[in-house]
């Protein structure tokens, strides 16, 4: 696998994953850009875990996307 392949998994708000991508970007701010594509996308989705090889780059929360006024402010 590429060093610059990610793996995006989609989870459920009890952690349970609901779908699975692989894209290769050129850094991490591109593959964020893509999780929050993927949430727009699928609607069951409540968060993202964004995977480079072993490491958790980040982690993108459907409210992250919502805005504030999604998190009751």
Known sequence: MQDNAYTFLGNSKAGAPLF???????????????AVR?????DSGEAVEIWRAALMVAKIPRAAILGPAAEGG
Request: proline share 0%; no cysteine.
């Open 20 to 34: 699975m991508d692989i894209a290769v970007f050129e850094d991490d701010e591109q593959a964020r850009r893509h």
């Open 38 to 42: 993927l949430l727009e996308e699928h």
